[in-house]
């Protein structure tokens, strides 16, 4: 079948803006000011080691602009997220996330026919090699999916190795297209292997949030019907997850990218760095976080303890580093969540004892000062286990979400003519050289 996947859009230079002085001991350097298409101008400091012999230094890159990118924008302070320049709320709203997957590995929305190819092309490679079962049986039934995730995906470089090949266009597309297929299979069967329960396979009929939601909870021995709603809530987190600009693990893949590594070792990478209760594995930790603090009489208690700067204790699934204001996602998911347990008759206390953590950390000054707002995560974890997800599969979900935003970024690199292999350097401060004759005891 003949992909019609459209062209990858082309870089164009960013615009130059002027430029900035940097003056030291006596010399100075003069370094051009780019401007994108809007967001933060930046100050291309590429010649500054030539010019005047300085690093720049900026621990967890808060202020450095790693590459250019067309796929994710955000704007912290006013709570913008856009992909491919549509407003995160529509696409929640109207689209589907394999609409929003084509949107952001080609650039543009599909048409009903590109739409109807690529949804089929992902059916066609949902299945995994039935060797890759065995994967399964080397891991403890016990074990987080995020490791069987990690390990499995790293491993499919041994089944498809067409996919290993990032020579061209077609065979980066290849592999992106096996990765979003496969990545909710592995993660199904990640969850079905740890109850010990048979592995269902996707069917055709069924679309990429009905046949997850099947592989995870359907049984030989009892038909599933997979809820409208459930399907729909849990295509709309899909899409919540999918990208945003160059988080860690997004960073951690155009890193591995960057050395020429196949996708699948990419992927794995990413898996690992989302992992983090920091990243993605926040929204396991609101749920154990909201349980330890069990009523709203001990939130005072608990957030006098996150103030503490002796205790390590943070409110999980507030701050991010870049919005300053809401995240736009935290809403869209709070909705969701309303639906979902509407659709259920069911009031959840962690709900309510969530929303009374949110109203009083809102009026409280130390998250006012800090701009501390709920992220993605604080409320995920509820949803996520009114559907019926257990919570060591959260970050799991998270993954497959993400599969879609880590495979555009990493196939839009091969495309930006400034792409070279990671590098940062450091600021030392460790012994300068020193004799090893005086120093040795023995
Ligand atoms: C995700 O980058 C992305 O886009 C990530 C993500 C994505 O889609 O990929 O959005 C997904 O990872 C969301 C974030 C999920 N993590 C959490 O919810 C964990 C709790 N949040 C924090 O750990 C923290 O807010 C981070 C990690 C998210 C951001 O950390 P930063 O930007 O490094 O902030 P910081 O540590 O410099 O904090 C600044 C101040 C500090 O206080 P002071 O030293 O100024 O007194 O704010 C405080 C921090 O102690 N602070 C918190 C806090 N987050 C920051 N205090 C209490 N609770 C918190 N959650």
């Given at each position: ?56 230094f ?25 992909y ?12 589907t ?75 980066r ?54 809820n409208?709603?459930f ?61 330890s ?29 870049v ?24 009031h ?34 509820i ?17 497959v ?42």
């Amino acid at each position: 079948m003949t992909q019609s996947t459209p062209s990858t859009p082309s870089f164009s230079p960013p615009q130059d803006e002027g430029c900035v002085k940097v003056t030291y001991k006596g010399k100075t350097s003069k370094l051009p000011v780019l401007s994108g298409s809007t967001g933060n101008n930046v100050i291309d400091i590429r010649n500054l080691q030539n010019d005047l012999d300085l690093f720049t230094f900026d621990p967890g890159l808060g202020t450095t602009a790693s590459c250019e990118s067309k796929i994710t924008f955000i704007d912290g302070d006013k709570g913008i997220l856009l992909y491919r320049g549509y407003p995160i709320a529509q696409l929640a709203e109207h689209s589907t996330f394999p609409e929003i997957a084509f949107l952001l590995l080609y650039g543009n929305l599909p048409t009903r026919h590109e739409y109807n190819e690529f949804v089929n092309r992902l059916e066609e490679k949902s299945l995994l090699h039935e060797q890759i079962r065995n994967f399964f049986n080397g891991f403890r039934r016990d074990a987080h999916p995020m490791s069987i995730l990690c390990g499995t995906v790293a491993g499919l470089s041994a089944f498809y190795p067409e996919g290993t090949d990032t020579s061209n266009e077609e065979s980066r597309d290849v592999s992106a297209v096996h990765l979003i297929a496969k990545i909710p299979t592995i993660a199904a069967w990640a969850y079905k292997y740890s109850r010990g329960e048979p592995f269902v396979y996707p069917r055709a009929d069924y679309s990429y949030s009905e046949n997850f939601l099947n592989m995870l909870f359907a049984r030989p021995d009892a038909p599933y019907k997979v809820n409208p709603i459930f399907s729909r809530a849990l295509d709309r987190i899909l899409i919540l997850h999918a990208d945003h600009e160059q988080n860690a693990s997004t960073s951690t893949v155009r890193l591995t990218g960057s050395t020429g590594a196949h996708p699948f070792a990419c992927i794995a990478a990413g898996i690992a760095a989302l992992w983090g209760p920091a990243h993605g594995g926040a929204n396991e930790a609101v749920l154990k976080m909201l349980r330890s603090i069990g009523s709203k009489e001990n939130i005072p208690e608990f957030i006098a303890k996150v103030k503490d700067k002796n205790s390590d204790v943070r409110l999980m699934g507030f701050g991010h580093r870049v919005y300053k204001n809401f995240d736009p996602r935290a809403s869209i998911m709070k909705r969701t969540c309303d639906e979902v347990l509407a659709e259920l008759g069911e009031h959840d206390p962690l709900l309510e004892l969530a929303m009374e953590l949110e109203k009083y950390a809102l009026q409280d000054d130390y998250f006012v000062q800090r701009k501390l707002y709920p992220n993605v995560d604080f409320y995920s974890g509820i949803i996520f286990k009114a559907l019926g997800i257990p919570e060591n599969m959260f970050t799991a979900l998270f993954a497959v979400a993400r599969t879609v935003g880590w495979v555009s970024q990493w196939k839009e690199a091969f495309n930006d003519p400034l792409r070279r292999i990671y590098r940062p350097r450091q600021l030392y401060t460790g012994p300068e050289e020193r004799d090893l004759k005086g120093a040795k005891h023995n």
